[in-house]
């Protein structure tokens, strides 16, 4: 898959226009305090409808060679959870991860990397292409506590109109995506991609999620 790839006032003492400025600038100060608390994770997101599954799907071949060497990260265990019921705590978790990983690893693609077109792995040597990215904030969440099952490795076509692998995380908020591209966490639907398939929560068979689309966003939003 392809890696694209982020004076002084002159207004006299109390009058109405240095205490309209006044307020002002405390309305601003807020604002400022809410989307900071917002970019740290300590709000959560408002609730969405979550992506559609329309069938089933094949798993891609850089997939299946990834779980046969490590079937531990693939297989499903239907005791846990398939969708996380999101706290506070879990959004900021969510979001650290997501931001850390993003900074640890510098993008490479497979052939530069490895001299093969498409292989799936942890990226821990620090370079790595999109899938590598999303596999390492999976590990990562799942030694924090989150449900593998919840955790779900998703096929997207980008707004370049190529390949992409992010990851989606399942809630009881709707269904929220974790990207190499950007920092904040979107719900699905505010990425701009076209969802193509999804590893499924119930075995090795992915999930199809036919195709469906979403606005278009800018990769920093």
Not at 167 to 192: E, S
Request: charged letters at 25%; glycine letters at 8%.
């Amino acid at each position: 898959m392809r890696q694209p790839l982020f004076g002084l006032l002159n207004v006299r003492p109390f009058s109405g226009t240095l205490i309209r400025f006044a307020a002002a600038l405390v309305l601003s100060g807020t604002a400022t305090a809410a989307q900071a608390q917002t970019q740290t994770g300590s709000i959560l997101p408002g609730v969405s409808q979550p992506v559609a599954r329309v069938g089933t799907a094949k798993p891609i071949v850089g997939w299946i060679r990834f779980c046969e060497r490590n079937p531990a990260e693939c297989t499903v265990d239907p005791s846990e959870p398939s969708t996380i019921d999101l706290t506070a705590k879990d959004w900021k978790t969510l979001n650290r991860i997501n931001q850390h990983v993003n900074a640890r690893i510098r993008a490479k693609t497979d052939k530069d990397h490895w001299g093969v077109e498409d292989i799936w792995d942890f990226a821990e040597d620090g370079y790595g292409d999109c899938e590598d990215y999303q596999l390492l904030k999976r590990k990562r969440l799942v030694e924090a506590g989150f449900p593998r099952r919840a955790l779900r490795m998703t096929v997207v076509i980008d707004e370049e109109g190529a390949g992409h692998a992010v990851m989606m995380v399942r809630t009881n908020r709707g269904d929220f995506i974790l990207d190499n591209k950007r920092n904040a966490i979107l719900p699905w639907h505010k990425t701009g991609y076209v969802y193509i398939k999804r590893e499924g929560d119930e075995g090795m068979a992915w999930a199809s999620l036919g195709g469906r689309t979403s606005p278009t966003m800018t990769a920093n939003q």
